[in-house]
């Protein structure tokens, strides 16, 4: 893309758009700005030439430093609720775009900034991150998603505790918490995520993915009957497409996939 954005960076290579939050004097907090930007960068990537995008901070010290405090702080009962409404919206556009999302967390990620976190479909954590929900010990609470994805995420208790107390977690407690999937190096972070993506995410084709980040989210929306026909509503989508099909041939004719199953002419053509 080569739009720019006040408080962004957005840099593409090759299948991946990279996003670097872009407010250093302000903790690259969340505001009404920043909102609108990203959600911008989200509706006019193209998903037919990205396939994923990374979300990090620029600098070293800031992941995302919550919500922007200054601007809550000015705020009507009413008023707050709006702009929490419109981070909600927000990310939860981003966990349903049609790319595979990865927040690199390179330092401090709490608040606004950790539910940001828990939207996305990975998390890689340097191990220089500092991660939480600390809002009660400003007098607040999680209100951009936190009190009910971090449950679904770790469990009630632990996202209990978590919150209760406000604490912070470094790169690899969060890791034993179950808040990131991988701890790497400050130096290495955005090279291990990238690499990560290409050799353990996109050899699955991406349709295959994205119906199945679907077909994830959907077992927190109501019942298990529910989920199980999300599922199999994805599932037959998947045969939309001749990459299952065109495989299974191959195996067969190359002797990986035995069979004593007669199959018709017109199947592996």
Known sequence: ?????????????????????????????IDYLIMNEIEDVIDNLDASKIRAVIFTGNGNEYFIGGADGIVMM????????????KMQNLYNKIEKSPFITVAAINGLCFGGGYELALVCDLRIASTKARIGLPEVKVGIIP???????????IGIGK?????????????????QQGLVHLVVSPETLLADAEKYLREKVFPQPQ???????????????????????AENNEF????????????????????????????????CK
């Open 1 to 29: 893309m080569d739009k720019k954005y006040n408080n962004l960076l957005v840099e593409t290579k090759g299948e991946i758009c990279f996003v670097f939050f872009n407010r250093p004097g302000d903790r690259n907090s």
């Open 236 to 267: 037959k989508k998947c045969l939309e497409h001749d990459y299952f099909a065109k495989l299974m041939c191959q195996q067969i004719k190359d002797g990986s996939l035995k069979t004593t199953a007669k199959l018709p002419d017109w199947v």
């Open 143 to 153: 209100g951009a998603g936190g009190t009910q994805r971090l449950p679904r995420l």
């Open 74 to 85: 000015q705020c009507t009962p009413e008023e707050v609720g709006v702009f929490t409404a």
């Open 159 to 175: 996202a209990m505790e978590m919150i209760l107390t406000g604490r912070l977690y470094k790169g690899e407690d969060a890791l």
């Open 207 to 229: 349709y295959a993915l994205i119906l199945a980040k679907n077909a994830v989210y959907a077992s927190r929306e109501g019942s298990l009957d529910l989920g199980l026909a």
